[in-house]
Nanobody, 127 residues
């Protein structure tokens, strides 16, 4: 079992930045691919970004490429999402998730690959 706790959400103006953090409870954190997903009101949960167990492979949704950066610190059991140049359409609840195994970059974007989820953190971008 992996427990995930997100933090760092909030209200920011368009063009601003936020950094989300996700702390994991398990010592074997480094054996999991980690992803960030988001869900806006009335919409399905969608893939945002993911990183492999080592951090050596990453994948991003087209909508955030060049603006968001995912990273991980296995020594701290934490994954981060640095979000720059935020837009109102980035407004959503952001969730981190853990997927066991060594996944390809493409597989890391598939929501059903993820077994463990955090409770989410709200990000609101005002225009």
């Amino acid at each position: 079992q992996v427990q995930l706790v997100e933090s760092g959400g909030g209200l920011v103006q368009a063009g601003g930045s936020l950094r989300l953090s996700c702390a994991a409870s398990r010592r074997t954190f480094s054996s999991y691919a980690m992803g960030w997903f988001r869900q806006a009101p009335g919409k399905e949960r969608e893939f945002v970004a993911a990183t492999s167990w080592s951090g050596g492979s990453t994948n991003y949704a087209n909508s955030v490429k060049g603006r968001f950066t995912i990273s991980r610190d296995n020594a701290k059991n934490t994954v981060y999402l640095q979000m720059n140049s935020l837009k109102p359409e980035d407004t959503a609840v952001y969730y981190c998730a853990a997927a066991p195994g060594r996944l390809t970059a493409q597989a890391m974007s598939i929501i059903r690959r993820y077994d463990y989820w955090g409770q989410g953190t709200q990000v609101t971008v005002s225009s």
